[in-house]
């Protein structure tokens, strides 16, 4: 399915009935419309959403681990210390969205497109992404450690205090990303170089990562 930029997009938007009230643990929630929803410390694990929408959401707290979403739209929702680890997500799209201090560990995502969101101190580790987009998106310090990472791609974003140790990389493209500050600010690279490895970057970025690859590889660089 072609990836929507709206909701309006989805095959089923028209099918999507409003839900009103509270998430529930292992609740079973298909062809749902959450709409301008305010959730506090919501206790939803185990859940299952399926071909349903979020728009305007707030999640404040929460947890939701262990989760299964398919076919889900969250645009221009708020995640803040939101729990989702260890949940599957296939074919799911976040647009607009702001995710805070958001527990992701151990999640397995397919098909998921991050578009003009904002990820900060989010913790993907130990992460399975598999065609994973983040697109035109703001990650300040997000915790990629120990996650396979395969054809997952940054075009328009900024990464800042990016945290790549131990990341297994299988077709990832950085391409088209700005490395921001944290990469080489006074905090240095949160990220072992090697665990690079099986990414392609632009030359720019080779630029700007140079120094840096050779502190780690133990090279001096003086000039005569």
Known sequence: MKSPRILADLPFATDLRLFEGELELEGDYDRVRFDGSAFADAMAGGSRFTESGFTGVTFDGGRMRRARLSHVWFGETRLVAFDLAESALTDVWFTGCALAGVQAFALAARRVRFRDCKLDSVNFRDC?????????????????????????????????????????????????????????????????????????????????????????????????
Request: proline letters at 2%.
């Open 128 to 224: 399975s992404l598999t065609d994973v987009l983040f697109e035109d998106c703001v990650l300040r310090d997000a915790d990629f450690g120990g996650a396979k990472l395969t054809r997952v791609r940054f075009p328009g974003c900024t990464l800042s205090g990016a945290d790549f140790t131990k990341v297994t990389c299988t077709d990832v493209d950085l391409r088209g990303a700005r490395l921001g500050a944290g990469w080489a600010g006074d905090a240095g690279i949160r990220a072992g170089y090697d665990s690079l490895r099986g990414a392609r970057i632009d030359t720019v970025q080779l630029v700007t990562l140079a120094p840096l690859l050779a502190r780690q590889l133990g090279i001096t660089v003086e000039d005569a």
